[in-house]
């Protein structure tokens, strides 16, 4: 079965600590995956796709990274202000919809 | 900058009535998504739109049906709303050149249905 599984669910850290989130995918052809950052109430915001076994791409001090079968995004030094749900969802075979992951909760404590 | 719209970010209903989500993307994409999502069980996609009066179901199409007469515009109707269609609706357009996958997202509606 086509899946994308996030872990963990939820994350707590200290202002500082810094961590990863992981998104593993079990799927034929993978096109892409994709990360958002979703706020309380509001639509997930687009931070980054993957397209490729090692590719990486970093953004402030979110960095994702991409393997043949999960994606991780390490946070650097977390702020309380990247307290938020983190999506992944991945493309894949001929379809133009997208799985979703069940999302990570983050909150960092100052 | 890719923008996506929703006419409300709250509304409230009565069961039974006839309710109108509308989207609208300023970006020329093709591909336009309705979602709902709900505590513990994600986004779920419910009808996406792939070209101009064209429509496919998601995941969750029931209850649901949507329009799609303009390239901008997708809209969600509940033709007879009721208390189980209480969500946070979004909408996402895609399509680009350069990444014709990556979805981008609208601020979302709340809809209450009493």
Redesign the interface.
């Known amino acids: 079965e086509d899946q994308v599984t996030q872990s963990p669910e939820a994350l707590r850290l200290q202002e500082g600590e810094s961590s990863s989130l992981n998104c593993s995918y079990t799927v034929s052809g993978l096109?892409?995956l994709?990360w958002?950052r979703q706020d309380p109430?509001?639509?997930?915001?687009?931070l980054f796709?993957l397209y490729s076994a090692g590719e990486e791409k970093e953004k402030e001090r979110l960095k994702a990274t991409l393997t043949k079968k999960e994606s991780f995004l390490h946070i650097t030094a977390p702020k309380p202000e990247d307290s938020a749900t983190y999506?992944c969802?991945v493309?894949f075979g001929g379809y133009?919809?997208?799985i979703?992951?069940?999302?990570t909760r983050l909150a960092v404590h100052p | 900058d890719v923008k996506?719209t929703q006419s409300s970010r709250y509304l409230v209903k009565r069961t039974g009535e006839k309710v109108f989500l509308e989207c609208v993307q300023d970006m020329d994409h093709e591909?336009m998504?309705w979602y709902r999502q709900d505590p513990g069980l994600?986004?779920r996609?419910i009808y996406?739109s792939?070209d101009v009066k064209m429509k496919?179901k998601?995941d969750i199409p029931e209850g649901y049906s949507v329009s799609r007469e303009k390239k901008e515009r997708f809209s969600l109707i509940l033709e007879s709303a009721s208390t189980n269609q209480t969500s946070?609706y979004?909408c996402?357009s895609?399509g680009d050149g350069t990444?014709t996958?990556?979805?981008?997202?609208?601020?979302?509606t709340?809809l209450t249905v009493l």
């Open positions: 096109r892409g994709f958002y109430g509001k639509g997930p915001e687009f796709t999506l969802a493309a133009n919809k997208l979703f992951g069940a999302g | 996506v591909n998504f994600g986004l996609l996406f792939y496919e998601g946070m979004l996402a895609s990444s996958d990556t979805q981008y997202f609208g601020p979302g709340r």
